[in-house]
Every structure is written in structure tokens, then in C-alpha cells.
Nanobody, 123 residues
Framework: QVQLVESGGGLVQAGGSLRLSCAASGRTLRTYGMGWFRQAPGKEREFVAAINWSGGLTDYVDSVKGRFTITRDNHKSTVYLQMNSLKPEDTAVYYC????????????????WGQGTQVTVSS
């Protein structure tokens, strides 16, 4: 069993930056693919970014490319999402998730989820 805890959310002005962290306990994340998803009020959860087990492969939704960066530190069992040039449309609850067998954009592939952290970007 893997427990995931997100942190780093908050209120920021448009153009600002935040770094989200996702710390795992219960089992090392070393072999898991990891993803970040977000859900805005009244909208479906959407894929944001993903990274494979080694950190050598990443993927992003088009709307965050060039602004967000996903990284991981397997020694710390932690995954990060650096968010720069934030926009009001980035406002959402951000969730991290762990995939035992791969990595990718589909939320149904992921086996473990954190509780989420709120990101609010003011205009």
C-alpha cells in the first residue's frame, strides 16, 4: 500500500510560481510511474503531467507545456510539480497519483491517489 500526501498549494497572483510536492509513505516510489492531475470546480479531473519511474520520460498537457515541470527524487520518494507563469485557469485541486505498472495520461491507470492540494491563482 502506498500513501501519497501533496503539499505546496496556496494562493498566488497570476504570473507567480508554486512548487507542489507529493511524498509517499508505505512503499518506495522507485518503480512507480507518477502523475499530476487537477480538478477545477464544476469540471472533470484532467491530466496535467506524468513521469516514468526513472524520471527519464515526461509528458504534459498542452496547456501547461513550457510552464510546468514534473520531476522526481526516488531517494526521497517524492515527486514535484514546479508551476511557473501561473494563470487563473490553473486554479484547481491538484492530485498526485502512482501507477504500479506504467505511466501515462489516463487516470484509470493509476492505483494510488493523494488527497489533493488547492491551488488558487488570482488575476
Amino acid at each position: 500500500q502506498v500513501q501519497l500526501v501533496e503539499s505546496g498549494g496556496g494562493l498566488v497572483q497570476a504570473g507567480g510560481s508554486l512548487r507542489l510536492s507529493c511524498a509517499a509513505s508505505g512503499r518506495t516510489l522507485r518503480t512507480y510511474g507518477m502523475g499530476w492531475f487537477r480538478q477545477a470546480p464544476g469540471k472533470e479531473r484532467e491530466f496535467v503531467a506524468a513521469i516514468n519511474w526513472s524520471g527519464g520520460l515526461t509528458d504534459y498537457v498542452d496547456s501547461v507545456k513550457g510552464r510546468f515541470t514534473i520531476t522526481r527524487d526516488n531517494h526521497k520518494s517524492t515527486v514535484y510539480l514546479q508551476m511557473n507563469s501561473l494563470k487563473p485557469e490553473d486554479t484547481a485541486v491538484y492530485y498526485c497519483a502512482a501507477d504500479r505498472t506504467g505511466w501515462g495520461r489516463q487516470d484509470v491507470w493509476y492505483d494510488y491517489w493523494g488527497q489533493g492540494t488547492q491551488v488558487t491563482v488570482s488575476s
